[in-house]
Nanobody, 125 residues
Framework: QVQLVESGGGLVQAGGSLRLSCAAS????????MGWYRQAPGKQRELVAA???????DYADSAKGRFTISRDNAKNTVYLQMNSLKPEDTAVYYC???????????????????WGQGTQVTVSS
């Protein structure tokens, strides 16, 4: 199986910075895209940023110019550097791994999409 473990959330003042990390573990052969989503209370989960294995990136308009997504393919890890944080960035941030090819023992290789457990980011005004 595959697990995603996030870290780096916390409480920060407006204008501050945080760096989120998400490491995928398991007998992984490849991961197509990895990304960060967020969900604020009473709102739907939304894409913040995503990056493919080749390094192509996509950002929500709200993240452009402030957030940077990066990835270490050898470590199956994705990062989100968040600068100039605003109170409206407060949410639970979830890591996603899309189209993961992994070894599943007697089933051989399998594919799947996975989510992390979420990490809270709170930005105070």
């Amino acid at each position: 199986q595959v697990q995603l473990v996030e870290s780096g959330g916390g409480l920060v003042q407006a204008g501050g910075s945080l760096r989120l990390s998400c490491a995928a573990s398991g007998r992984i052969f490849s991961i197509n895209a990895m990304g960060w989503y967020r969900q604020a209370p009473g709102k739907q989960r939304e894409l913040v940023a995503a990056i493919t294995s080749g390094g192509s990136t996509d950002y929500a308009d709200s993240a452009k110019g402030r957030f940077t997504i990066s990835r270490d393919n050898a470590k199956n890890t994705v990062y989100l550097q968040m600068n100039s944080l605003k109170p409206e960035d407060t949410a639970v941030y979830y890591c996603n791994a899309d189209d993961v090819l992994y070894y599943s023992g007697s089933y051989g290789s399998r594919r799947g999409d996975y989510w992390g457990q979420g990490t809270q980011v709170t930005v105070s005004s």
